[in-house]
């Protein structure tokens, strides 16, 4: 097929190599305008920019699409049989949607209906969820709500946090979307529905998601840290400064000690936190605000601590 391909991170990536390999030819690559990144400020290509200009392949970066004439027009001119979206980041326009025989295919890291939104993996495990899987849809003029044409389902082990869960799906979606393209080449792939009544909701994370609130659960709270790698991450309030956790585990331990939601304590040398269901989490890798990352028993050693102190 001729293809035209739009997307921009490094989660694109795998579905553009793999749809060239299968023979297909892509036209036109969009993906978002660099950005400026770092200390020096100097544009940062995409991840799906990086590619494409490896490959070869003709890139373009509109800072709008809705009511680019320009891009109208040289679209038209391509007559892709389909237009690929995977986290182009984006809305597409109705006038975009009517363009190609096959319409707006996009790759989307969940099981639709369930997790519609910009950040469907970190919310999956946030959640508690035990499987997930990628899905191939049309796009239609909703939020990730047109017909679906093939899904994969993916187990998420115990531990797994989102940017070791992304490339898996990322590779799992990049075979499926050729799969897809197949099909429909063969006209034997019916699109069904997606049941709203089914939907939940995966909404673009903020930072105030990574505060943690000890009122929660463990089990949440760890999954939440699980899910909002690597941003927004996790922290609280320590001593009037911010304490980032680079890294939490289940605590195995049984909880012992009366103590209240918050709580900061020691047990066999680990630094726990107790929850708001009476468990822990261990927190054994941390940063103080203006202070390198360390392991608990590093921190510790320069931050003894208070009886009774807590995490805000």
């Not at 009511?67 to 391509?78: I, M």
């Not at 080449?185 to 089914?198: C, D, H, I, M, R």
């Not at 929660?216 to 009037?240: D, K, S, T, V």
Request: charged share 20%; hydrophobic share 45%.
């Amino acid at each position: 097929m001729r293809l035209v391909f739009c997307g921009t991170p490094t989660f694109a990536v795998p579905t553009l190599h793999a749809v060239l390999a299968a023979g297909h030819t892509v036209e036109l690559v969009l993906t978002q305008p660099d950005r400026a990144s770092g200390r020096g400020l100097e544009p940062k290509f995409s991840a799906v920019k990086q590619a494409a200009l490896k490959l070869g392949l003709a890139v373009l970066q509109p800072e709008a699409i809705r009511n680019n004439d320009e891009l109208r027009e040289r679209l038209c001119a391509v007559a892709a049989d389909a237009i690929l979206v995977v986290a182009y980041g984006r809305i597409i326009p109705p006038w975009m949607l009517a363009l190609p025989k096959h319409g707006n295919l996009n790759l989307h890291a969940s099981l639709l209906p369930k997790y519609r939104g910009a950040a469907p993996i970190q919310w999956a495990i946030a959640r508690g969820e035990q499987e997930t899987g990628v899905t191939t849809m049309r796009i239609d003029e909703g939020l990730d709500t047109g017909p679906m044409l093939l899904q994969r389902a993916v187990p998420i082990a115990p531990d797994q946090t989102a940017a070791e869960l992304s490339p898996v799906l990322a590779e799992t979606g990049a075979k499926l979307m050729v799969e897809t393209l197949i099909a429909l080449k063969q006209g034997n792939l019916v699109p069904e529905s997606q049941q709203n009544a089914l939907a939940t909701q995966a909404p673009i994370l903020q930072r105030e998601d990574g505060h943690i609130n000890a009122a929660r659960g463990a089990a949440e709270i760890y999954n939440r840290w699980r899910g909002f790698q690597p941003w927004p991450g996790a922290y609280g309030w320590l001593r009037e400064k911010k304490l980032t956790i680079r890294h939490m585990r289940r605590s195995l331990r049984a909880s012992h000690g009366n103590l209240p939601m918050g709580t900061l304590h020691m047990q066999d040398a680990q630094l726990l936190l107790r929850c708001g269901d009476g468990d822990d989490v261990e927190l054994a890798e941390v940063q103080m605000e203006g202070k390198r990352s360390m392991t608990a028993q590093e921190f510790l050693r320069g931050h003894a601590l208070l009886p009774g102190e807590r995490l805000g």
